[in-house]
C-alpha cells in the first residue's frame, strides 16, 4: 500500500519527506474500551484504555519496523458509535488531519437493529469510503470481533446478563455474520482492501476456543491482549504480508 510507502519515505528522510498519519473511524473496540461496570450512581459504565487500543498497538508496531518515521495517530472510535453516525462526523473527526490511511470498523452496534438495517449500513459504509478516497487517502476495513456466545457466569449484575443474553442471541441468529458480510461487500465494491479479523475470531471458535473468555467485559469488547489480533491484521495489510 501507498501507506508503507510514505513511511518508508520519512523513516529515510526524516527532515524532507512529510510526516504520516493513519486515522481510525469505530466503535468502543476502536475506542479503546474494556471491562463493563456499575459506577456510584448504578449507571453501566466501561474502563476506557486508549493506549491499549488496536491503533496504538497498530503504531506501536510500525514504530518497531520505521523507527525514525514520524506516525500520528487520530483515534476516532466512539462508544456506542455506529457506521451512520461515523459517516456524520467523518469530516470533522477523520478527514480535517488530512490522514494518509482511513481504518473503518463498524458493525458490534449496527447489527443490533437487525436485517432491517442491513442496507442502510452498507449504504453508509459505501459513503465513508467513497469520500475517503475522495479526499486522498486509502481506506482499509478491519472487520470486528466475534460477541459472547453464552452468559458468562462473571457477570453478576442483572443488567449486565441481559446484554450478553441479546448479544449472545444476536451471534447465535447469524446477524452479526449477515453485517459483517455487507461490510465486506461494501469494501469491495469500493476497492478498499480488508483487515478480515472476524474470520480469525469464528475459526477461532469453531476449533474449540472460548471467545466469551477472550472478551474483557464478557460482552463484546476484546481483551487487551486480543487487541492486538486487529493491530497485526492491519499490520501485514498495509505491509503486503499473505498468510
Not at 528522510?13 to 456499575?38: N, Q, W
Not at 471458535?205 to 492491519?234: E, F, I, W
Request: charged residues 20%; glycine residues 6%.
Amino acid at each position: 500500500m501507498r501507506f508503507a510507502q510514505l513511511l518508508a519515505q520519512k523513516n529515510e528522510d526524516m527532515s524532507g519527506a512529510a510526516p504520516v498519519t493513519a486515522a481510525f473511524l469505530g466503535d468502543s473496540v476502536t475506542h479503546g474500551c474494556f471491562e463493563c461496570y456499575i459506577d456510584k450512581n448504578g449507571n453501566v459504565e466501561t474502563v476506557y484504555e486508549r493506549h491499549n487500543s488496536y491503533a496504538e498497538k497498530f503504531g506501536r508496531i510500525l514504530s518497531v519496523l520505521y523507527p525514525r518515521a514520524q506516525l500520528n495517530i487520530v483515534n476516532a472510535g466512539t462508544s456506542g458509535g455506529c457506521a451512520a453516525r461515523g459517516a456524520e462526523r467523518l469530516e470533522r473527526d477523520v478527514l480535517r488531519f488530512a490522514p494518509d490511511l482511513v481504518v473503518v470498523n463498524f458493525a458490534l452496534n449496527d447489527c443490533g437493529a437487525g436485517d432491517a438495517g442491513l442496507s442502510a449500513y452498507e449504504e453508509d459504509l459505501r459513503s465513508i469510503f467513497s469520500r475517503v478516497r475522495q479526499s486522498g487517502a486509502e481506506a482499509v476495513l478491519v472487520t470486528p470481533n466475534m460477541m459472547c456466545t453464552y452468559v458468562s457466569n462473571e457477570l453478576a449484575d442483572a443488567r449486565l446478563r441481559a446484554v450478553a443474553e441479546d448479544l449472545a442471541a444476536r451471534t447465535a441468529c447469524g446477524v452479526l455474520d449477515r453485517y459483517v458480510a455487507a461490510a465486506k461487500r461494501a469494501a469491495a465494491d469500493e476497492g478498499v482492501p480488508v483487515a478480515d479479523c472476524y474470520a480469525v475470531w469464528k475459526k477461532m471458535h469453531a476449533n474449540g476456543v472460548d471467545v466469551t473468555a477472550l472478551l474483557a467485559n464478557r460482552l463484546n469488547h476484546p481483551s487487551r491482549q486480543m487487541q492486538y489480533l486487529a493491530a497485526l491484521k492491519l499490520a501485514e495489510l498495509v505491509l503486503g504480508v499473505r498468510a
